[in-house]
């Protein structure tokens, strides 16, 4: 089963709209990685939260990890082209050696 | 950031030929580079972890024998596909592990490289 599901698995928005990505994790992560990826290309990172509570932001995009630390939210104020891409949510686990885990992905496209 | 470089982009090979992949951390030393594959829309899956000077660790369900992987120096990681096959196409991305200030109240972040598209004829 995967360890990481990220919903919606696509999103299309109008230019200008919020949005907001879930990742849910099976069981308590230690850390929380955000990345963007345009497809067929590397990873770019975002954003990574380790403290349950914790609240990071960049720009327009906020990211947020519950006190559980089981479940992470990306909030993209005010769309615009340029948000449009794939997000991967990845998670270090307790023990895990640093490995990351990586969510199913949503790709997000943004309507002019 | 930090970052990473991997070459090739892009190879195409025939089958049976072996295709190297590098990976280089150009403006930081990594002591572990990750190696993922990733299927056409789909999530990145692990293969193995790189560390400097020892052998790698590999997931379970990758041959180790079909991928091989070498990391030399404190830059440079590679991933040899041996053998290639049609069903060995895919995305291949690089990951170097960038060290912060250590310890369980700092965790590392990951930088990855651009990836290499794979395609086995």
């Known amino acids: 089963s995967q360890e990481l599901e990220q919903s919606p698995q696509s999103l299309i928005v109008q230019e200008g709209k919020n949005l907001t990505i879930n990742c849910t994790s099976s069981?308590?992560?230690?850390?929380l990685y955000w990345y963007k990826q345009k497809y067929g290309e590397g990873l770019i990172f975002l954003m990574m939260?380790?403290?349950?509570?914790e609240e990071k932001s960049h720009e327009k995009i906020t990211a947020k990890l519950d006190e559980k630390k089981q479940q992470s939210s990306l909030h993209i104020t005010a769309s615009q082209p340029s948000h449009a891409g794939i997000y991967l949510c990845g998670a270090d686990f307790p023990g895990g050696g640093n490995k990351l885990t990586f969510g199913t992905g949503t790709q997000l496209k943004v309507e002019l | 950031g930090a970052v990473v470089s991997q070459h090739p982009s892009w190879v195409i090979c025939k089958s049976g030929t072996s295709v190297k992949i590098e990976c280089r951390s150009l403006d930081f030393q990594a002591t572990t580079m990750f190696w993922y594959r990733q299927f056409p829309k789909q999530s990145l899956m692990l293969m193995a972890t790189?560390?400097?000077?020892?052998?790698?660790?590999?997931e379970q369900g990758v041959e180790k024998d079909k991928f091989l992987i070498n990391h030399a120096s404190l830059t440079l990681s590679t991933l040899t596909v041996t053998s290639a096959h049609p069903e060995d196409s895919s995305f291949y991305i690089c990951?170097?592990?960038?060290?912060?200030?250590?310890?369980?109240?700092?965790?590392?972040?990951?930088?990855f490289g651009a990836g290499t598209r794979l395609s086995v004829l």
């Open positions: 069981k308590t992560l230690y850390g």
């Open positions: 990951s170097a592990r960038v060290l912060l200030a250590g310890g369980q109240e700092n965790p590392d972040i990951q930088y």
């Open positions: 790189s560390n400097e000077g020892s052998k790698a660790t590999y």
């Open positions: 939260l380790q403290k349950g509570g």
